[in-house]
């Protein structure tokens, strides 16, 4: 099996996996707020990268260094991901993978200022195209502005700091390191936020086996889209990612009787088609 095709198939367990924790996100989302699905998430997660780093004797690589870069990446991580489980309920579910798929245009904007990366010409194009998208996307004048909307284009926001700043510890810090702290970081923000009110809800039988879901689920994604980059660029990787649109949109249709909006696709095409620029002039002048 040659490394592309394997990396096609590390992209379709990705693509199943941030489906599969969209729909659980939204399933449980009317028993429990965005801080409690947080909480559970990390609390799970916790106990899995404490399993898989027993298993692996990675135990050793967890260190106290730059435990102020990992509270900022972290934050960052966890105000878009509740953002996003926040535009879950609120947006039909094309719409946010769309606006999702701006965070590499927010990671080209924001890098210069802080990573001392250079702004290039063609990078500076790819974001315009990237902006005309999510003004397709979102129509601003056709109807008011929703709370979802704005949720699902911040979380990008959220998610651009959070991959910088992860860029910055791959640098110093393992995986398993960065793991670790991701999930216990987060299950102590999680916490705070969710007990501010005196009212935690605890897990039910309902709810219960989707929180397994999401908890399994955004860490076997993220495990499957790191492979997949390590076996085949990124101009290769991309499209593929690309398919979680369609395939949340079919099944929110299914589901949840959400219309096909063609704009949504028509702008998405166009965040896409930035994104793809930017990383394929990327690779020619690295070539």
């Not at 008011?144 to 700043?165: N, Q, T, W």
Request: some cysteine; overall charge positive; proline content about 5%.
């Amino acid at each position: 099996m040659t490394p592309t095709l394997r990396a096609c198939l590390w992209m379709i367990g990705a693509i199943f996996s941030f489906t599969s924790m969209a729909i659980a996100g939204r399933q449980v989302s009317f028993a429990l707020d965005t801080f409690e699905i947080m909480t559970y998430r990390s609390l799970l997660g916790i106990a899995i990268v404490g399993c898989v780093a027993y298993a692996a004797g990675t135990w050793r690589q967890i260190n106290t260094q730059q435990l102020g870069l990992h509270a900022l990446r972290n934050l960052s991580h966890f105000t878009g991901q509740n953002l996003w489980f926040f535009a879950l309920t609120m947006i039909p579910l094309a719409q946010v993978f769309a606006l999702e798929f701006t965070t590499p245009i927010w990671v080209l904007l924001l890098s210069p200022l802080l990573l001392g990366e250079r702004m290039t010409r063609t990078g500076l194009i790819a974001a315009l195209i990237g902006f005309v998208g999510v003004l397709i996307v979102t129509r601003p004048g056709s109807a008011p502005i929703s709370a979802g909307l704005i949720a699902g284009a911040l979380c990008a926001i959220g998610f651009a700091f959070s991959a910088i700043f992860t860029r910055k510890l791959t640098r110093t810090q393992t995986i398993t390191c960065i793991l670790f702290y991701l999930t216990v970081m987060q299950a102590v923000f999680g916490l705070i936020c969710a007990g501010f009110d005196g009212d935690i809800a605890l897990p039910t039988a309902a709810t219960l086996p989707w929180l397994i879901v999401i908890g399994c689920a955004g860490l076997f994604g993220h495990f499957c889209l790191t492979s997949a980059l390590a076996l085949a660029p990124a101009s290769i990787v991309m499209p593929i990612d690309f398919a979680r649109l369609p395939s949340v949109a079919i099944l929110g249709a299914l589901i949840y009787q959400e219309p096909l909006d063609p704009y949504v696709f028509l702008g998405a095409a166009l965040i896409f088609g930035g994104n793809y620029l930017n990383i394929a002039k990327g690779q020619t002048r690295r070539s």
